[in-house]
């Protein structure tokens, strides 16, 4: 259905702020949690298509440090649900070469998240083909803050430049997002990788999270190889 050529500009990270479960399970009288569980099927989806059409990394917003803030009820039905999909889906991760990177403020997360974690990123380690990066208690203050903080400690009375930083942040080794998906309508950045998208191309649905599968995620791709990225030079001529 769709040529080649659409999607003949394949980025090499793309992120996702996945969004809208809340509204996705209001709009049919269901508890917010239920929307959540939802959500981790669009996970799946998503990885599943990032796999098939060799997406480098994928990286998913799952938590932010100011989702501290919402009833508690919510935040442990959050990590409970991620606990349940680590255990469920180990196995199929290592099957398709799956490498999975936590990302965030780990130290405030319970011991048996935190183990559970620490277990996935060992039996994954090894995977060859997409790296799943997911931000948890992730915020992009915080991580500008605490590479400054370690990069001061490393180096002290050194000033330092841009390239200095970026093997500070918590994305080290990682590289930066070339496309942003943010589902569920809102166009804003809340707080996620601040310094990483710099230059990264920003993509918002209306469609939200639970939604979101592989035909939503086609979009984007196709979305994304239309875009000219100039970094500030001058337009290239390679249409
Ligand atoms: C995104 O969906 C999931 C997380 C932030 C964990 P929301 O829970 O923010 O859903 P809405 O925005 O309230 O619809
Ligand atoms: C951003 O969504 C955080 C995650 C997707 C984890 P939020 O729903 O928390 O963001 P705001 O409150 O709409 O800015
Ligand atoms: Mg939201």
Known sequence: MHSMEELSKIPQHVSIIMDGNGRWAKSRGLERLEGHKEGVESVR???????EMRIKYLS?????????GRPKEEVQGLWALMVKAIERETKNLVKNRVRVLVLGNLEQLSPDLRMAIEGLREVTASGQGTTLVVMLNYSGKWDIVQAANRFAEKNPGKKMVPEDFDSFLVTAGVPDPDLLIRTSGEERISNYMLWQTA???????????????KKEF??????YAKRDRRYGKVKSNNE
């Open 218 to 223: 086609r979009l984007a791709l196709e979305a």
């Open 60 to 68: 998913l917003f799952a938590f932010s440090t100011e989702n501290w």
């Open 45 to 51: 989806a998503c990885l599943e298509f990032a796999v």
């Open 199 to 213: 230059y990264t191309e920003f993509y918002f649905t209306d469609t939200l999270w639970p939604d979101f599968r």
